[in-house]
């Protein structure tokens, strides 16, 4: 019988958080020439940077997306900005996003700026930094794009939760709650040679612990956090609860299976049952109170 290599690197998964309290929406700017329908959420996604050194001139344009100070918006983050203009390039079916220009807040504007084109790539994959954690989409070896050489280990997945608040406009009475499972491929790496399928499996049981304890995390939020003035009390408590919980996990996945590699399916089996126990979550989102009326009575 095969027996797993000690070298399948034992992967401690990353909590990563963007913290975005909005006041008032930004103002978007959006023009379109766009022949496509609109992107799904399963389908990949690209994000360029200004700092990204590559050549999209062969790719397509099909619109433009600027995200301005409205005159009021107040603490426009940048992660909140983006995450409008993912929403209106995916509308018109781009499947790219170059930011060409960023501003940052100043002494004019509390608000981050952006202009950005909106892209239809031919083949998004090639050039994919990381990945969002799908029910149908499974890691394949390209995902994996980190470099191997002088890396002691078969195989290392890095993946993380990255959580973020929806802007609030005024007078808002709820806010909502998002939360992704990342795999940053990047980071991640995997080498030719022992049983690859075998070793990709191994994998994806490690980002499957990480959508797994996202679900766990949204699932503490919504019983401990019964307003914002509590959330932003609370959340970073909470937070370390999970990531400790979570590290936990990976170790213990990782070192069941390297005593005894005939239990990566029982683990495996284990994981699958325990995210359809809290498929409630698994839209990634819960909506709360802005003020909790029964708390302050």
Request: hydrophobic share 35%.
């Amino acid at each position: 019988m095969l027996t797993f290599p000690e070298s399948c690197k034992r992967t401690v998964a990353i909590l990563v958080t963007a913290l975005v309290l909005q006041n008032c929406a930004p103002k978007k700017i959006v023009s379109s020439t766009s022949k496509y329908p609109p992107l799904s959420e399963a389908e990949t996604f690209i994000v360029f940077t200004e700092e990204d050194p590559i050549d999209i001139s062969g790719e397509e344009i099909i619109g433009e997306i600027r995200m301005k100070d409205n005159g009021l918006s107040l603490n426009c983050s940048y992660e909140s900005i983006l995450a409008i203009a993912l929403k209106e390039a995916r509308h018109m079916g781009a499947n790219g996003l170059k930011i060409y220009e960023h501003q940052v807040p100043d002494t004019w504007s509390t608000c981050h700026r952006i202009k950005a084109k909106a892209i239809r790539l031919q083949n998004a994959k090639q050039y994919e930094k990381e990945i969002i954690w799908q029910p149908g989409r499974r890691l394949e070896k390209a995902d994996f794009k980190g470099p191997v050489e002088n890396r002691p280990h078969q195989a290392a997945t890095m993946s993380f939760i990255r959580y973020n608040i929806d802007a609030l406009a005024p007078f808002s009475s709820k806010f909502t709650f998002r939360v992704q499972t990342v795999f940053d491929c990047r980071s991640s790496y995997l080498k030719d040679g022992y049983n690859p399928e075998q070793v990709l499996e191994h994998e994806q049981g490690h980002f499957d612990i990480t959508e797994l304890f996202a679900r766990k995390y949204l699932k503490a939020i919504q019983e401990q956090v019964h307003d914002l003035r509590e959330f932003e009390k609370n959340h970073t408590r909470i937070y370390q609860e999970i990531q400790e919980a979570l590290i936990l996990g990976q170790d213990n996945y990782d070192s069941d299976i390297y005593a005894d590699i005939s239990k990566q399916k029982g683990w495996l089996e284990k994981i699958n049952q325990e995210l359809k126990t809290l498929e409630v979550y698994s839209d990634k989102k819960i909506e709360l109170p802005v003020v909790n009326k029964d708390r302050d009575k």
